[in-house]
């Protein structure tokens, strides 16, 4: 661990991993993260919100619960969905900063110190990684790369959000901002990401995005036709709302 001045404040961190049949990400990204955030904090949790998986995920975490002081696991009896998990975990986690990320640790490590001091020491309220970024150096498939752009300006279009990338798996939160909006976030599973961002941006927080290194490392989980539809309509959904709000 690098030593810390007697003046440097210690950051308070909260990560959260939401697992849904995760079994094979598991240890590698617990063990991997706690090794990089003990090179500038000593003071941290990670969370992992499981989400009613049915492969051995729930047994693996509450295996890393055991071995390590700093692993909580939440265990849901039945898949709620992504946003439910993460509401969950927050509202129970201890830190200042707030974090979740995926398991697959898509995002490259690196930038968790960047994410975090946005929030912690920069005076922002929400920082986001972002894949679309001019800078941003991503590994996926041209059908995706597409999708997700569409996507993204379609939320920018209708509901006026300054962001390049709303659903990136990695973000930071400040504490306070974060668990009075969450009880404002309807969405439960996808699309609870771009919600939280438009609903923040709309009270007026501050929001930093990040351009990132990301390399997908798992098959995802999401059905492009399905999936793409359907957060077509929450866009439309959360704007009707916004506007009667």
Request: charged share 30%; proline share 2%; with cysteine.
């Amino acid at each position: 661990m690098n030593k810390k001045t007697a003046s440097e404040k210690t950051v308070d961190v909260s990560i959260v991993f939401p697992a849904y049949n995760e079994v094979e990400h598991l240890e590698n990204a617990v063990e991997k993260t706690a090794r990089t955030l003990k090179k500038f904090t000593n003071s941290f949790e990670l969370i992992i919100a499981e989400d009613g998986s049915t492969d051995g995920t729930a047994e693996r975490a509450e295996e890393l619960a055991k071995r390590f002081a700093y692993v909580k696991h939440i265990h849901g009896e039945k898949r709620l969905g992504r946003g439910t998990a993460l509401n969950k975990a927050f509202k129970q986690s201890h830190g200042e900063v707030l974090v979740y990320m995926d398991l697959d640790l898509a995002t490259d490590l690196k930038y968790l110190r960047p994410l975090i001091d946005a929030v912690a020491k920069e005076g922002y309220d929400f920082a986001t990684g972002s894949r679309l970024m001019p800078e941003s150096r991503v590994e996926r498939t041209l059908r995706r790369r597409l999708t997700s752009k569409f996507y993204n300006f379609m939320v920018r279009l209708i509901l006026g959000s300054k962001i390049y990338d709303h659903q990136c798996g990695f973000k930071a939160f400040k504490r306070q901002p974060t668990l009075q909006l969450l009880d404002e976030v309807k969405d439960r599973h996808w699309f609870w990401d771009t919600e939280i961002l438009v609903r923040a941006a709309k009270e007026g927080y501050k929001i930093k995005e990040i351009a990132v290194e990301w390399k997908s490392g798992r098959q995802t989980k999401v059905n492009l036709f399905k999936d793409s539809l359907n957060m077509g309509k929450q866009v439309l959904k959360l704007w009707w709302t916004l506007q009667t709000e």
